[in-house]
């Protein structure tokens, strides 16, 4: 016999399950029927909730990035003891939500899902980038304006960089480092703030 939910904690069920599903599989790895299982539901319900399998995806993603959202804002603070201190935590707590929330982290970043399909998604997305550029501004503020990188290009770069040590060092499926994560992007990070000017070369 499935479980009766309620309204609201049914569609909450249908994510927390498709959050296991990807884990497992990838976010392209399950059917609709399989989160339906897994949630101990009929197919049928699912629908009532999610038109398809990308629905449903996109409201895994657009839960992360409120997580991801609220975790690098946290992380940022009040931008000190000094901004690149605080710069450095967001890059830190990227890392963090990779390894604390791997489901939502492969829905956000490796469904392919279009952010013009999903408004709401787009705006989740754009919240957490903002800290981030945010934290890229502050940085880069004590330099004068016609030598100052663009924050939004900058903090892009030190995502990327962040992506790459997650899929290649965190993540089991590429090579192996003998560094810790978290010190292979400090000093990433700060090789690329040198080469841009933002911090002073080493002594």
């Not at 657009?62 to 690149?84: E, H, I, N, S």
């Not at 590429?174 to 841009?196: H, M, Q, T």
């Amino acid at each position: 016999m499935k479980r009766g939910y309620h309204h609201g904690n049914l569609r909450q069920a249908l994510v927390d399950a498709a959050l296991t599903l990807i884990a497992e599989k990838g976010p392209t790895g399950f059917t609709l029927s399989e989160a339906a299982k897994q949630a101990d539901v009929t197919p049928a319900a699912v629908y009532r909730h999610f038109a398809g399998r990308d629905d449903l995806i996109a409201e895994v993603a657009r839960q992360g990035y409120d997580v991801f959202a609220a975790l690098m804002d946290y992380a940022y603070g009040d931008g000190k003891p000094t901004a690149l201190a605080a710069f450095e935590s967001t890059g830190r707590a990227y890392l963090a939500f990779a390894r604390k929330y791997p489901g939502h982290y492969m829905a956000m970043f490796e469904s392919g899902l279009s952010f013009n399909a999903y408004p709401d998604l787009a705006l989740a997305a754009q919240k957490a980038r903002a800290v981030f550029e945010r934290a890229a501004a502050a940085l880069s503020d004590q330099m004068p304006a016609d030598r100052r990188p663009p924050a939004t290009m900058f903090s892009a770069h030190i995502l990327a960089l962040s992506h790459g040590v997650v899929e290649l060092y965190m993540r089991g499926a590429g090579a192996k480092s003998p560094f810790v994560p978290e010190d292979l992007l400090e000093a990433g990070i700060g090789i690329y703030l040198r080469g841009l000017g933002l911090l002073p070369p080493d002594a």
